[in-house]
């Protein structure tokens, strides 16, 4: 007795769901609209600011994603651990930025789009003591904006 009307209940429930169909808008964005920052990270061997294959596939990908916004603004950050003094570091987080900087150009990225920044041993990824070797902190962040 119970099972034709719990059927029949179910029915009309299901019936009344498929008839309100409601249409979802999806705005698309426009060029004027503010696209986030995709981050990308390349790391370096100890005292060393050539690219790996690696890393020339992680810039590929950075440059890919700044041409398809012109308006985009490109930040490069170079970094260097805490191993030798930090005047050398600074130096070599500088040389780390240029050497990813000059891939980005010759991928397609026009210079005065991208900002180089070298902040040596300033912001390390991990926290280590005066003197260690930390290959987390041997990289250079690259930020399209």
Do not use: W
């Not at 570091?89 to 050497?99: E, I, K, T, V, Y």
């Amino acid at each position: 007795m119970y099972k034709p009307l719990l059927a029949t209940a179910c029915a009309a429930l299901l019936l009344a769901a498929c008839g309100d169909r409601t249409q979802a808008v999806v705005a698309a964005a426009s060029p004027q609209t503010q696209q986030p920052a995709r981050n990308f990270m390349l790391f370096f061997a100890n005292d060393r600011a050539t690219l790996s294959p690696d890393s020339e596939a992680i810039v590929r990908e950075a440059a890919a994603a700044a041409k398809a916004n012109p308006a985009a603004r490109v930040t490069v950050a170079g970094h260097a651990d805490t191993t030798g003094n930090s005047a050398y570091n600074q130096a070599l987080s500088q040389r780390r930025a240029a050497s990813v900087r000059d891939e980005l150009v010759k991928n397609g990225l026009n210079p005065a789009s991208i900002a180089v920044v070298g902040r040596g041993e300033d912001a390390l990824l991990v926290s280590t003591k005066d003197g260690m070797h930390e290959p987390k902190n041997r990289r250079v962040e690259i930020i399209v904006r």
